[in-house]
């Protein structure tokens, strides 16, 4: 872990009021990126892993939705600015790279367009011709052959690999500190996941920017991250160096979903988990995991955050390692 | 589980369900003619479960839905017991091979509720009274692991594995012979996904159900097929027995797809095949004419290569590929 | 049992329009005094052929809070009466326009082929003609009855019905349930109107409801041209146009009905964005 956290969040809480009543989607988050590191936040669908990305990156907000807690990045808080204040942030020190390259770029401008609007964005001093030049060296050096025809291009004429490496590219060209990245490749084939993967790892390491990784496959942590926080129901329920987590998984959730992953190794079917994730406008007492646990008990109750080893920490008051 | 030797080379108790025979589907686009299968041919056994597995563009789903009839070959023909049903099938037939789709989402109709989906096919097939219908339906909820009481239920009050269960009994509901299951688990959590892959594997057995499983998922394949099949760009690049495929990928297209897979495991990572990832791309491929499809991505083609597309040959009774300079002479070559 | 409607969840998101709320509210209102104008009016008498020269002309009062027209009637009356009128014209406009429109989209989205080819070509030559000189052209040719005056309305208005439906249809019939349903071994019919039209009733119901408003205003833009319901009927945009003539002296005989048309358009206009919202926001 790095001494100086350069992304914070701390005890974050979203409620979201519904027709079924109010939603607690997340409850009481806590994690940091270390300068440079590359975390995984990982957890299945509705545990509120691409929820914290947003409110991370100030794209969180309606009526009916109160976010509490407080999220820092290099030490200024960001839940308190206006959206003018985020323009500053958001494409300069904290970018975004989303799941479906096709949605996120726009099918009506060239990629020329966009990436140009993006350094300029980032540095107003530069000049068009500048900006096209950049545009043009930042797309061959994530070795696209002929950048000067992508550039030309709409997004909906090339390839979603392409888009991605596109993505990719506009996110760190104005070299932010941090990037989040939410199922980077997984709307992509396998290959085209893992090369993404590789350019992500490779260009994050080159501009020295920090990585928040959100993701629901386990493998993809696994080749990618170097520390996980692992989600369920609003709560992180372990923290560990990624080795160590699939080493020696201690949240009986962690271990459940590491069974549930069918292997490549051929041993038979995986296990799933018994029960439902939980209703979030009436969630369980306490550990929100109890009710599907194996090793659930009377004394469960809410467990704290503890850190049976160093660097290793997990919401529940047994430790299963053993 | 029946193992693939017996399936190339087959005994009489284990007949051929479904025959394959060169079947071709061209599209137009524009000006061009885009074949998304060139040429397949594939026997389908009953009581197996055969994995189609390929990226987008592979033509895996077109497959699928040449064998459900609701697209028609350019060329090339569909047997089902030795009956052609390339251009036409009868009601009957049409019970015979049921689907299982991706998106738990878009699967059932969101303005019909479970009785009225589950209704249908049984209407359609069967002349059961509308109480021995409503009766059927809330056997096939039982059967699927879905309470009865959700009869009346919307398909938005159900989770994502409890749709899937309800188009799973959709496709029950005819007693067919055939499922062909086209991405059943890809949208659902690794946690929902293993019940709905346990679910298969049972009602598999208790009904003597042959799957055609259409996915791009490896490792789900590695678990549930007796027999795998990788597509490329329309063409069947590799063929063989789940387990030799998995230990001895000879395609290199194939080597790429298994070293891509992300693993959660030392073991796993152990039996990826090594892969040198080149991390140049173009924005569009070029053609390759009569070439192997697979050409202009791979890093070790030989003069050869370019000469007509690579016929499959036969590198074990049960384990056929298509490439011309496949990975085993190389790993043997080193050795 | 109907408090219930306040619980469900159709009515929470209708309701986080207040607007929506008010124009329901003000809808109720209008419905109201329309079926029942024989019993809430004061001078139901007044809404046909009724003339009282002694009366002519006075601008509103305690005995006539509109007003009188030219030949002695009550404008409150006539416009309440006016009113049954306009939400007869509304619904049997559409009432014969949506379902020939919608019908003819669905067949043309889903078949696909010649259907297609032949039903959105008629479609876009309607679409093409300006709505007003269409039924203007086809009440030019026929004779000027109230029964003519609808028909060339519905015939201007099925055309924006098949173009909604047929592009929502393009979209539906390559969805997974469709599909389904297809190796199920469905028949058209049953996909057509038991799969896929459901799907649409919501953006149909919607349209329905803005349209009813601008139906109501184009035929009171055809009545004030002189092309609409024929004299002595009480018709809004015939009382604005008569009562244009006598400007700036009698401004209570156009400026009521014409307020009248304002809200009645303005009521099926929120309503029609409140289910908007309603429908809008996924399921």
Same mark, same amino acid.
């Given at each position: 872990?790095?001494?100086?956290?350069?992304?914070?969040?701390?005890?974050?809480?979203?409620?979201? $009021?519904?027709?079924?009543?109010?939603?607690?989607?997340?409850?009481?988050?806590s994690?940091?990126?270390?300068?440079?590191? $590359?975390?995984?936040?990982?957890?299945?669908?509705?545990?509120?892993?691409?929820?914290?990305?947003?409110?991370?990156?100030?794209?969180m907000?309606g009526?009916?939705?109160?976010?509490?807690?407080?999220?820092t990045l290099?030490?200024?808080?960001?839940?308190?600015?206006?959206e /003018?204040?985020?323009?500053?942030? /958001?494409?300069?020190?904290?970018?975004?790279?989303?799941?479906?390259?096709?949605a996120?770029?726009?099918?009506?401008?060239?990629?020329?367009?966009?990436?140009?609007?993006?350094?300029?964005?980032?540095?107003?001093?530069?000049?068009?011709?500048?900006?096209?030049? /950049?545009?043009?060296?930042?797309? $061959?050096?994530?070795?696209?052959?002929?950048?000067?025809?992508?550039?030309?291009?709409?997004?909906?004429?090339?390839?979603?690999?392409l888009?991605?490496?596109?993505?990719?590219?506009?996110?760190?060209?104005?070299r932010?500190?941090?990037?989040v990245?939410?199922?980077?490749?997984?709307?992509?084939?396998?290959?085209?996941?893992?090369?993404?993967?590789?350019?992500?790892?490779?260009?994050?390491?080159?501009?020295?920017?920090?990585?928040?990784?959100?993701?629901?496959?386990?493998?993809?942590?696994?080749?990618?991250?170097?520390?996980?926080?692992?989600?369920?129901?609003?709560?992180?329920?372990?923290e560990?160096?990624?080795?160590?987590?699939?080493?020696?998984?201690?949240?009986?959730?962690?271990?459940?979903?590491?069974?549930?992953?069918?292997r490549?190794?051929?041993?038979?079917?995986?296990?799933?988990?018994?029960?439902?994730?939980?209703?979030?406008?009436?969630?369980?007492?306490?550990c929100?995991?109890?009710? $599907?646990?194996?090793?659930?008990?009377?004394?469960?109750?809410?467990?704290?955050?503890?850190?049976?080893?160093?660097?290793?920490?997990?919401?529940?008051?047994?430790?299963?390692?053993? | 589980?029946t193992?693939?030797?017996?399936?190339?080379?087959?005994?009489?108790?284990?007949?051929?369900?479904?025959?394959?025979?060169?079947?071709?589907r061209?599209f137009?686009?524009?000006?061009?003619?885009?074949?998304?299968?060139?040429?397949?041919?594939?026997?389908?056994?009953?009581?197996?479960?055969?994995?189609?597995?390929g990226?987008?563009?592979?033509?895996?789903?077109?497959?699928?839905?040449?064998?459900?009839?609701?697209?028609?070959?350019?060329?090339g023909?569909?047997?089902?017991?030795?009956?052609?049903i390339?251009?036409?099938?009868?009601?009957?037939?049409?019970?015979?091979?049921?689907?299982?789709?991706?998106?738990?989402?878009?699967?059932?109709?969101?303005?019909?509720?479970?009785?009225?989906?589950?209704?249908?096919?049984?209407?359609?097939?069967?002349?059961?009274?509308?109480?021995?219908?409503?009766?059927?339906v809330?056997e096939l909820?039982?059967?699927?692991?879905?309470?009865?009481?959700?009869?009346?239920?919307?398909?938005?009050?159900?989770?994502?594995?409890?749709?899937?269960?309800?188009?799973?009994?959709?496709?029950?509901a005819?007693e067919?012979?055939?499922?062909?299951?086209?991405?059943?688990?890809?949208?659902?959590?690794?946690?929902?996904?293993a019940?709905?892959?346990?679910?298969?594997?049972?009602?598999?057995?208790?009904?003597?159900?042959?799957?055609?499983?259409?996915?791009?998922?490896?490792?789900?394949?590695?678990?549930?097929?007796?027999?795998?099949?990788?597509?490329?760009?329309?063409?069947?690049?590799?063929?063989?027995?789940?387990?030799?495929?998995?230990?001895?990928?000879?395609?290199?297209?194939?080597?790429?797809?298994?070293?891509?897979i992300p693993?959660?495991?030392?073991?796993?990572?152990?039996?990826?095949?090594?892969?040198e990832?080149?991390?140049?791309?173009?924005?569009?491929?070029?053609?390759?004419?009569?070439?192997?499809?697979?050409?202009?991505?791979?890093?070790?083609?030989?003069?050869?290569?370019?000469?007509?597309?690579?016929?499959?040959?036969?590198?074990?009774?049960?384990h056929?590929?298509?490439?011309?300079?496949?990975?085993?002479?190389?790993?043997?070559?080193?050795? | 049992?109907?408090?219930?409607?306040?619980?469900?969840?159709?009515?929470?998101?209708?309701?986080?329009?207040?607007?929506?709320?008010?124009?329901?509210?003000?809808?109720?209102?209008?419905?109201?005094?329309?079926?029942?104008?024989?019993?809430?009016?004061?001078?139901?008498?007044?809404?046909?052929?009724?003339?009282?020269?002694?009366?002519?002309?006075?601008?509103?009062?305690?005995?006539?809070w509109?007003?009188?027209?030219?030949?002695g009637?009550?404008?409150?009356?006539?416009?309440?009466?006016?009113?049954?009128?306009?939400?007869?014209?509304?619904?049997?406009?559409?009432?014969?326009?949506?379902?020939?429109?919608?019908?003819?989209?669905?067949?043309?989205?889903?078949?696909?082929?010649?259907?297609?080819?032949v039903?959105?070509?008629?479609t876009?030559?309607?679409?093409?003609?300006?709505?007003?000189?269409?039924?203007?052209?086809?009440?030019?040719?026929?004779?000027?009855?109230?029964?003519?005056?609808?028909?060339?309305?519905?015939?201007?208005?099925?055309?924006?019905?098949?173009?909604?439906?047929?592009?929502?249809t393009?979209a539906?019939?390559?969805?997974?349930?469709?599909?389904?349903?297809?190796?199920?071994?469905?028949?058209?019919?049953?996909?057509?109107?038991?799969?896929?039209?459901?799907?649409?009733?919501?953006?149909?119901?919607?349209?329905?409801?803005?349209?009813?408003?601008?139906?109501?205003l184009?035929?009171?833009?055809?009545?004030?041209?002189?092309?609409?319901?024929?004299?002595?009927?009480?018709?809004?945009?015939?009382?604005?146009?008569?009562?244009?003539?006598?400007?700036?002296?009698?401004?209570?005989?156009?400026?009521?009905?014409?307020?009248?048309?304002?809200?009645?358009?303005?009521?099926?206009n929120?309503?029609?964005?409140?289910?908007?919202?309603?429908?809008?926001?996924?399921?």
């Amino acid at each position: 872990m790095n001494a100086d956290p350069i992304l914070t969040v701390e005890d974050l809480h979203l409620r979201i $009021r519904q027709f079924e009543g109010e939603a607690h989607i997340l409850n009481g988050v806590s994690l940091h990126l270390g300068a440079g590191e $590359r975390v995984a936040l990982v957890g299945e669908s509705g545990c509120g892993k691409s929820s914290t990305a947003l409110i991370a990156m100030g794209l969180m907000n309606g009526g009916n939705m109160s976010i509490d807690g407080r999220v820092t990045l290099e030490g200024t808080d960001l839940l308190g600015l206006g959206e /003018r204040g985020w323009r500053n942030v /958001r494409g300069r020190q904290i970018s975004m790279v989303f799941q479906d390259p096709g949605a996120a770029l726009n099918p009506v401008f060239t990629v020329g367009d966009q990436l140009v609007t993006a350094i300029r964005r980032g540095d107003p001093g530069t000049s068009r011709a500048e900006a096209h030049e /950049r545009a043009a060296e930042a797309l $061959r050096h994530v070795h696209i052959v002929d950048a000067e025809r992508v550039l030309a291009s709409y997004p909906f004429q090339l390839s979603g690999g392409l888009n991605q490496r596109i993505l990719i590219t506009m996110a760190l060209v104005n070299r932010p500190r941090v990037v989040v990245a939410d199922e980077p490749g997984s709307a992509l084939d396998v290959t085209v996941q893992e090369q993404t993967l590789r350019l992500m790892k490779a260009l994050t390491d080159e501009v020295g920017a920090a990585v928040l990784l959100i993701t629901h496959n386990l493998g993809v942590v696994r080749t990618f991250a170097q520390r996980v926080y692992v989600m369920y129901s609003g709560t992180i329920v372990e923290e560990a160096e990624t080795a160590r987590l699939f080493e020696a998984p201690r949240h009986p959730y962690t271990q459940a979903l590491l069974a549930a992953v069918p292997r490549l190794t051929g041993e038979g079917l995986p296990q799933p988990i018994p029960g439902q994730v939980p209703d979030y406008t009436d969630p369980p007492v306490g550990c929100r995991f109890q009710p $599907r646990c194996p090793h659930a008990r009377a004394a469960c109750g809410n467990p704290p955050f503890a850190e049976p080893e160093p660097g290793h920490r997990v919401r529940c008051v047994l430790d299963f390692s053993g | 589980m029946t193992s693939v030797a017996e399936s190339l080379v087959p005994p009489a108790e284990d007949p051929v369900l479904i025959r394959i025979e060169d079947l071709r589907r061209d599209f137009t686009v524009g000006s061009r003619t885009v074949s998304a299968l060139a040429g397949v041919s594939l026997d389908i056994r009953r009581g197996q479960t055969v994995a189609v597995v390929g990226e987008s563009g592979s033509g895996k789903t077109t497959l699928g839905n040449q064998i459900l009839g609701i697209d028609r070959p350019t060329s090339g023909r569909i047997l089902f017991e030795g009956r052609e049903i390339t251009a036409t099938r009868d009601t009957d037939m049409r019970r015979r091979i049921q689907v299982v789709q991706q998106s738990p989402y878009t699967t059932l109709n969101p303005k019909r509720n479970l009785r009225q989906i589950l209704e249908l096919p049984i209407a359609i097939h069967s002349d059961r009274s509308r109480r021995q219908r409503r009766d059927r339906v809330a056997e096939l909820l039982e059967i699927v692991g879905v309470s009865a009481d959700f009869m009346e239920r919307y398909p938005y009050t159900l989770s994502g594995g409890q749709r899937q269960r309800v188009a799973l009994a959709r496709a029950l509901a005819p007693e067919p012979d055939v499922i062909v299951l086209d991405e059943p688990t890809s949208s659902l959590d690794v946690s929902v996904q293993a019940r709905i892959l346990q679910l298969l594997v049972e009602l598999q057995a208790q009904y003597q159900l042959t799957y055609l499983f259409i996915t791009h998922d490896l490792s789900v394949v590695r678990n549930i097929a007796d027999e795998v099949v990788v597509l490329y760009r329309g063409y069947v690049v590799e063929r063989g027995a789940t387990a030799e495929l998995f230990s001895n990928p000879l395609h290199r297209y194939n080597a790429m797809l298994l070293s891509s897979i992300p693993v959660v495991s030392e073991p796993e990572e152990a039996l990826k095949p090594s892969w040198e990832w080149d991390g140049s791309v173009v924005g569009v491929e070029p053609s390759v004419g009569a070439a192997c499809p697979f050409l202009p991505r791979c890093p070790h083609a030989v003069a050869l290569c370019e000469q007509g597309v690579p016929p499959l040959v036969a590198e074990t009774p049960t384990h056929q590929h298509a490439c011309r300079n496949p990975r085993s002479s190389e790993s043997a070559h080193r050795e | 049992m109907i408090l219930g409607i306040f619980k469900s969840r159709a009515w929470y998101r209708y309701s986080s329009e207040p607007l929506a709320v008010f124009g329901l509210g003000l809808l109720f209102v209008i419905v109201f005094l329309a079926v029942l104008a024989p019993v809430l009016t004061p001078y139901p008498n007044h809404a046909g052929r009724f003339v009282d020269f002694g009366n002519t002309s006075r601008p509103p009062s305690l005995q006539h809070w509109f007003g009188t027209d030219l030949v002695g009637r009550d404008v409150l009356t006539r416009v309440v009466y006016g009113y049954r009128i306009s939400l007869v014209i509304g619904f049997v406009v559409l009432g014969l326009a949506a379902p020939l429109g919608v019908t003819l989209g669905l067949v043309a989205g889903y078949m696909g082929g010649r259907f297609d080819t032949v039903i959105m070509r008629i479609t876009d030559v309607f679409l093409a003609i300006p709505a007003l000189v269409l039924a203007m052209a086809v009440l030019g040719v026929l004779e000027r009855t109230l029964i003519n005056g609808l028909l060339a309305l519905a015939v201007l208005w099925w055309p924006w019905y098949t173009r909604m439906v047929y592009n929502q249809t393009r979209a539906l019939r390559h969805e997974e349930f469709v599909v389904a349903a297809r190796v199920v071994g469905a028949s058209h019919l049953h996909i057509l109107f038991r799969e896929i039209l459901p799907n649409l009733l919501p953006s149909v119901l919607t349209k329905f409801t803005l349209d009813l408003g601008f139906v109501i205003l184009v035929a009171s833009a055809l009545s004030f041209l002189g092309l609409g319901v024929e004299p002595p009927t009480p018709d809004l945009g015939s009382m604005v146009a008569e009562g244009a003539t006598y400007q700036p002296d009698m401004w209570w005989l156009p400026v009521f009905p014409g307020l009248a048309i304002l809200l009645v358009v303005l009521a099926f206009n929120l309503v029609g964005d409140g289910l908007r919202s309603m429908f809008g926001e996924g399921r």
